[in-house]
Structures are given as structure tokens and as C-alpha cells.
């Protein structure tokens, strides 16, 4: 994890500067901008911070180390569907939920009954039929 959290700490070392530099610039006229690029730095900060004491008290990956050979990180990863396209008319009920929220309540309930059935034919797909496992 040594990586993620240096990631991070740039990331948050970042912004610090660019919300000071941004107030600066703009005379403090606009208060929005540096609040939120200096807000930025500090969600940075913390995610650095957490993966920073995550990674003291979990030993050392295989990924943390330069020299490790790719037998190293063996192991199982999980399930991932290769063919499923449940995917795809859940993500047309979700656009359908979005465009309710600007059109109107009756295409957003539309979509949400769409949704439910997409996502339940998502999660049982391996239950039924040929690919039952």
C-alpha cells in the first residue's frame, strides 16, 4: 500500500497550493473555488492517512515489492461474470431514473420498476437455466 498512500499525499500536496494560488488570483472574490480545492486537499490527506495506517499493521504485498515474481500474488480473486448482459438494460433503467428526475416522476418510477427487474435478473443469473452453477 505504500503506493496508494503516496499517490494520495501528492494528491493532497496538490491541491494546496493550486486553492491558495486560485484565491490569490481570483482576490478571495470567489469563495467557492479555494474552499473546495483546499476541501480537495484535505480528502487527499485523509484517504493518505488511512491507507498510511492500513498499510503499517497489514504486512508487506507482493505489489510493494519491486523484486516479487507474479507467482506471488496467485490466488483467487472471485467470480466474474464473462457474458452476462444484465448489465446493459440496467444501465438503461438507471438513465431512465436520471432523465426522470429531469422530465417527470412518471419516467422515473418507469425506470425503477425496470431497474428492479434488471437487477434481479442480474443477481440470480447463475440460478437458472443453462449457467446454473
Known sequence: MKVEYKLFMIVGAFFVPVGIIYGIVTDWAEPVGPVALLL???????????????????????????????????????????????????????????????VGWWLFIIGAAFGVVALIGWTFEYFTGDSAV
Open 40 to 102: 480537495a486537499a484535505g480528502l487527499g490527506g485523509m484517504i493518505a492517512f488511512y491507507l498510511w495506517a492500513t498499510a503499517r499493521k497489514l504486512p508487506a504485498r507482493p505489489e510493494d515489492n519491486p523484486s516479487a515474481h507474479i507467482s506471488e500474488a496467485e490466488g483467487e480473486y472471485g467470480f466474474f461474470s464473462p457474458h452476462s448482459w444484465w448489465p446493459l438494460p440496467l444501465a438503461a433503467a438507471a438513465s431512465l431514473c436520471f432523465l426522470g428526475l429531469a
